[in-house]
């Protein structure tokens, strides 16, 4: 299996357009590389027909950055599917973008499908030409050649732009946030971009990957009120913290997989090359994705 990931960074990307954060800055002046928002591109080796791990507002720029999804005739393209693992906006907005007349399937839960349909934008994605297709949780599909899918609910929350004015329940567990475990030759790759919780079972599903790639959105729990960048804090977004007793690393110490973290936040201090905080991640066996990592598993 190829895995190539075509964004690292969580919502907003790095830099944000709004964010005079440290790493912000850093990543401005080039002094630290940039992140577009997280997707991840698979295929299996003997298969050109790539999938999609999600549909990042900056697809078009993570296309054109990857030779392998070029298109090679005219009016093509090696996509032959999009899987999206919830309705958030930095994993669904880059679908609009897939609008002009070439068929691909797109696989989500049945109510990240109810989400999509409910907002008419997304008819620019042709019917006739792209098949929406409900995914089962825990049943496995093949959403291209090669490469088998099965869908989990994981600790989340609903998108932020369904929010009411009450806050939302931050941990259910449902169709809202998925993780995928991703088969192809007997290796096993999990992708879990978000996730608000680690409780014992998710462990033990996760301990059958060779690769986890994880959500590494934030540090600590208070990485954003910490720096004066906003009142949120992690548990609030539905992201768990890589840092604590009950933070990924810690929970996720016993795996003997390989293990990277991807969604990172700009705002979260792994980022600084020179930090302690990414000293201990390195030093507990973790890496930090980044645009364009290409791994062969
Ligand atoms: C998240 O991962 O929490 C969301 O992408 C936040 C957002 O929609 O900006
Ligand atoms: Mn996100
Ligand atoms: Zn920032």
Redesign the pocket.
Known sequence: MIIRTLGAG???GLPQWNCGCANCMLARAGLIPSMTQSSVAVRSGPSQDWLLLNASPDIRQQLAACDALHPRNLRDSPIGAVVVTNA???HIAGLLTLREKTAFRLYATPSTLAVLADNSVFRVMDDNLVERVPIDLDVAFSPVPGIEVTAFAVPGKI??FLEGVEPPDTCTLGEQTVGLKIVCSGKVFCYVP?CADLPDWLCLRLAEADLLMFDG?IWADDDMPRIGAGPKTGAR???LAMHGPEGSIARLAGLGSRRIFTHINNTNPVLDPSGPQLAAVTAAGWQIAADGMEIAL
């Open positions: 969580a919502g907003g958030d906006v930095d998108a932020l978000g959105t977004m539905g992201h």
